[in-house]
């Protein structure tokens, strides 16, 4: 396994870490500590969380995700993994998270207080903003309408929040997610200016059939030493081939309505059937190409797998392996250029 700075960090982190937003609904405690025992057994030291999984997201589940982690995490040598965990923002209407999800001091508290009592620790490493307490466009949404502004917490008092949430030992390092250029240099400009922490990280989807991140944040994060931890590199399933064989196959996308609405889109199949082109006349599974692929672009510090059981998450550690030749990578980029971003 290779390991990586995490942005300005002190931390190293494995290229391939473990999302576990399947923990709780998809896979029951058991199945949950099986996967964890094997990713660090292959070499993962990175485990990333959120306090609203599993998903899809609802009341009765909110924080088992953490809870199923933490039961594990108790019997390891914490000082030898690295946990990050999210708290929500008020975009995406949980009103049973918190009652009120929004980033302000009150909120922080109570959230990484919840989160260090499910996951059984004193302590996260990484601590990210799940997504903007402001109107961005996400999930799918591409174009910015200034129409849906609407009230927000500053990104200066967020900023001081979480800076003292650091001061408390609660927090080593801070990150966003779901985040645009500009909130990224806004982060950064506050922690500059009032000589607050800087962020580290930037977890965003990245994947074959969403380059977006590309565009511009590749350039922000390259200049300011933010890491990208890339979320949804199989594009919640779509670049292994299933859905093609099978629209219905069982996954997120049809275990859940209305869930991954961005993936609903006219060249997805299209696009998909090409990468898995690719991938065969190589000799690759296509998940393995695509996990490579998002791996080893230059501004990737470390993509997170998820996956329902045991074969599929081997199946997706052995891609640690794997470098695309350049005839791969010529065939790729055709590829994009003639669907570029089906689902952004």
């Not at 993994?81 to 009150?106: C, E, H, M, Q, Y």
């Not at 997610?177 to 506050?190: A, D, H, I, K, Y």
């Not at 006349?281 to 329902?308: D, H, K, N």
């Amino acid at each position: 396994m290779e390991y990586r700075q995490l942005g300005a960090s002190d931390l190293k982190v494995s290229a391939l870490a473990l999302g576990t937003m399947t923990f709780g609904e998809q896979n029951s405690e058991a199945e949950a500590h099986a996967q964890l025992d094997l990713a660090v057994s292959r070499g993962v030291n990175f485990i990333d969380t959120a306090e609203m999984y599993p998903v899809a997201p609802r009341a009765e589940t909110a924080g088992r995700t953490e809870s199923y982690i933490g039961t594990w995490l108790k019997r390891q040598q914490r000082d030898k993994l690295i946990v990050a965990t999210k708290i929500a923002g008020p975009a995406r209407g949980f009103s049973w998270i918190r009652n009120s999800p929004r980033i302000d001091r009150a909120q922080l508290n109570e959230a990484i207080d919840g989160s260090l009592r499910r996951l059984q620790t004193d302590y996260v490493d990484l601590y990210q903003i799940h997504w903007p307490d402001r109107y961005v466009p996400m999930f799918g949404a591409t174009s910015y309408d200034a129409a849906q502004e609407r009230g927000s917490v500053p990104i200066a008092e967020q900023l001081q929040a979480l800076g003292d949430l650091v001061k408390a030992g609660k927090v080593r390092h801070i990150g966003l997610s779901n985040e645009t250029p500009w909130g990224v240099m806004e982060f950064l400009r506050c922690a500059a200016t009032l000589g607050l922490p800087k962020i580290v990280s930037i977890q965003n989807a990245y994947h074959l059939m969403n380059r977006s991140f590309e565009s511009g944040l590749a350039e922000v994060c390259r200049h300011a030493n933010v890491g990208l931890l890339a979320y949804s590199p199989l594009a919640f399933g779509h670049l292994t081939g299933k859905y093609l064989a099978d629209p219905q196959a069982k996954g997120r996308v049809t275990l859940f309505q209305g869930f991954g609405q961005r993936y609903h889109k006219p060249n997805v199949p299209a696009a998909s059937k090409e990468y898995m082109r690719i991938a065969r006349e190589a000799g690759l599974s296509p998940a393995q190409m695509a996990l490579a692929f998002a791996r080893t672009r230059w501004f990737t510090t470390s993509i997170l797998l998820g996956a329902t059981s045991v074969r599929q998450l081997q199946e997706n550690l052995d891609s640690a392996e794997i470098t695309l030749t350049a005839e791969m990578l010529e065939k790729i980029e055709a590829v994009h250029r003639m669907y570029p971003n089906p689902a952004p």
